[in-house]
């Protein structure tokens, strides 16, 4: 008997669909989408999709996701949304912020 049910609810879950909001190619923005690589890179190989927008050539791109301050990180899948502003150097930070780790987790283990 042949299993019907797709496995598409599963891996959905484990897709992360990412946007990065920037202002041009400032070091900030340019920093921050470096980090971002490094850590999808690391902790979601094959499991995730950046897209960068720049909001100096598509400004009213940042009214959809409510974007306030740049460069924005924002996480689009899986649910629930969550945002991340800076330049995402701190690796634990945008571990937790993408819900990679807990905060205990990130702190080393310390309860």
């Known amino acids: 008997m042949k299993n019907s049910k797709p496995k598409e609810p599963e ?13 041009g190619q400032t070091p ?10 490094k850590i999808c890179e690391e902790h979601l190989k094959g499991r995730y999709r950046i897209e960068v927008i720049d909001l100096l050539e598509n400004p009213t791109l940042a009214k959809g996701d409510q974007i ?8 689009k ?5 969550r945002k991340i502003i ?8 945008v571990l ?3 819900d990679l780790c807990t905060i205990s987790q990130a702190e080393g283990g310390k309860a």
């Not at 306030?68 to 996480?75: C, G, Y």
């Not at 899948?77 to 949304?81: N, Q």
């Open 77 to 81: 899948l899986p649910e629930p949304v």
């Open 96 to 98: 937790v912020g993408l």
């Open 68 to 75: 306030f301050a740049i460069p924005t990180l924002v996480r």
């Open 11 to 23: 891996d959905a879950v484990d897709f992360y669909e990412l946007r990065l909001y920037v202002a």
């Open 86 to 93: 800076g330049d995402l150097s701190n690796t634990e930070r």
């Open 28 to 37: 900030k923005s340019l920093a921050a989408f470096a980090n971002l690589k």
